[in-house]
């Protein structure tokens, strides 16, 4: 490791002791597993929490790499530049909330299978609402490659809820006059409590989701049920 990128004196690098600067709120290491590097990580969690605390265009590099311990040059060792960084969160972001959906079993009681996809939908936006209020409100600033690449993420989370509401539809066991407009409904649960939401407040992820999970089949049930 270059003597740069140490502290003065030697010592472990502050990259190290990032998580317990942060607090409650610091993003998981093992968060950003396909990265081998734990600065590049650690650079990777400070910046979620800029972006979500100053919006992408108003972070600095200097931000990202001061709650590190390193020079703003720094972060060019690691990404290539700042919309990078981003692009690693928003796709890192998208596809880990993805695996939370998929190893859900696959279930031919429509009624239960959207209970379950939206109960892990609301629970992983909930545990991860910093990641995710990035991932949501700072897309515009991606360029047109990689924000292609976030958008055919995102589809897959229509098609995975469309195809449970159509075949529940099929079955008689919704109600849905328009299928698509109810899917963008039951996607807006997750989506828009990383406006709010507080891993310190009365409601755990896990019972958010079940809430949450309850109001949508409600919301497509046919009216006798």
Do not use: N
């Amino acid at each position: 490791m270059p003597e740069k990128e140490r502290r003065r004196g030697g010592g472990r690098h502050p990259a190290t002791e990032f998580a317990t600067k942060l607090g409650p709120e610091a993003v998981p290491d093992e968060f950003w597993s396909e990265q081998p590097s734990p600065v590049a990580r650690a650079l990777l969690s400070s910046a979620v929490q800029c972006f979500a605390r100053k919006g992408f265009h108003a972070t600095t590099t200097r931000d990202i790499t001061a709650a590190v311990g390193l020079s703003p040059g720094s972060l060019y060792v690691h990404f290539a530049s700042k919309e990078a960084v981003l692009f690693q969160i928003a796709r890192t972001g998208h596809e880990q909330a993805l695996a939370a959906l998929t190893t859900r079993p696959d279930d031919e009681d429509p009624r239960r299978h959207i209970r379950s996809l939206v109960a892990a939908h609301v629970t992983w936006h909930a545990r991860h609402h910093t990641v995710a209020r990035v991932c949501q409100y700072e897309l515009a600033a991606l360029e047109p490659e990689h924000l292609q690449e976030i958008l055919d993420l995102r589809q897959r989370f229509s098609t995975m809820m469309r195809t449970t509401v159509e075949k529940g539809a099929k079955k008689g066991t919704f109600d849905v006059p328009d299928i698509d407009r109810s899917v963008r409904a039951i996607l807006s649960l997750g989506v828009d409590l990383v406006r709010w939401y507080r891993l310190d407040g009365k409601d755990s992820p896990e019972a958010l989701g079940e809430s949450y999970a309850e109001l949508a089949t409600r919301m497509l049930s046919t009216p006798s049920e």
